[in-house]
């Protein structure tokens, strides 16, 4: 819902950056891998009691997640990339709630597994709403130029990267922000089957 509006905000100084960082022959899968090292480095710290640090690498990542956009669109665009970017990007939204299990596993785990079940509940909406998007040739520009159809909603990676922050700020209040955040991630979901049943059966099905 909000990454419209932060997109606005971050991408000039992004693609400004990509170009410098294309021109000296970094390339985009590489700083895709690097975002990912960050976002583990963070779930690691936040596991051994230290959410406060993470913080530190947690942004990092995610704005390494920016910029290797930027310097594909200044090199070269590929399929893989795209597919490189966002497993990584599945995998550190994962390691994150993982991290806040591990750190306090007594009061954490319940809504920790909740949370989990709504990314993987959401995170397949999203994957199966593209692999169908594509199959029928649409294309999207409102969330920026992708490899992969990216359908809007509710919570996206802008809301999910301000609810790790407040996490890392309020650790002992995991277990209530998770149970909201995951119980949004499941209103989400359910939106976008909603959305794809609209836009994916047949005209005389309706």
Known sequence: MLDNAARKLINPPLNALG????????????????GLVLGLVAALIIAVGWPLLALVPLLASRIADGLD????????VTDFGGYLDITCDFLFYGAIPFAFILMDPTNNSIAGAFLLVSFYFNGTTFLGYAILAG???????????????????????????????????????FSLIAWIFGSLCFATATLRIVAAQRVFTPKEDQ
């Open 19 to 34: 170009k410098y960082l294309a021109a000296r022959g970094v390339t985009a899968d590489g700083v895709t891998l690097a």
């Open 69 to 76: 956009g930027a310097v594909a669109r200044a090199s070269k």
């Open 135 to 173: 199959k029928r040739g649409m294309e999207t520009s409102a969330q920026g130029i992708k490899s992969l159809y990216f359908s809007n909603g509710l919570l996206e990676g802008t809301e999910t990267i301000i609810f790790f922050i407040i996490l890392c700020l309020f650790p002992a209040s």
